[in-house]
């Protein structure tokens, strides 16, 4: 059975990181999008997989650091999920380890019984 969710995007919100969501920020924004990005940590503390750049948050409508000590990412997870009405989940269908990680932001998101549109790649 095939169900249909009807989303009125107002923005998209986004975590930068590595992967699915810096080509969705970079989509958004040549759609002519808002796009809110929410960091765990400052950007001068992210380690180097982390490809947020001044400039890149420069072209971001908002962004937010939502650092919660070892519990950064997850308190990061918590705050992209907040005033969502849909969880919009590009990963690989590997349980990403971690607190924020892809399987975790999911698991938060059907905790809150929102609609989940998973796409594995």
Known sequence: METQV???????????????DLLAFHAALALGWKVHVFLPFPHDRCGPDDLASPAMLARATSVEVVEA???AYAAMADRLLQGA???VAVHYGRG?????????????????????????V
């Open 96 to 120: 990403t380890a971690g607190p924020g990680g892809a399987a975790d932001v999911i698991r938060r998101a059907r905790a809150r019984r929102l609609p989940v549109v998973e796409i594995r």
């Open 6 to 20: 009807r989303v009125g995007l107002t923005a998209p919100a986004n975590g930068l990181a590595p992967g699915a």
């Open 85 to 87: 009405g849909v969880l």
């Open 69 to 71: 000590s070892e519990e």
